[in-house]
């Protein structure tokens, strides 16, 4: 039974469809890493941070 060509259309279009929607997984993968790992340094810079600063001022007498 003839199909009218379509065939290869088809196909084709699955084929890219799904080469761009593997592309822009990796790419989203890539940015959520990026953040993950940015905020990952913000925690460890803040855990590392003191809670309190103690200043002493000197006067002379």
Known sequence: MPSGGNDWSGF???YIGAIIGGVCTVI???WIIEYSQENNKEDVRKRVLPYMALTVLH???
Do not use: A, L, R, S
């Open 12 to 14: 084709w279009g699955g």
């Open 28 to 30: 989203g993968v890539y």
């Open 59 to 61: 006067k002379e007498i």
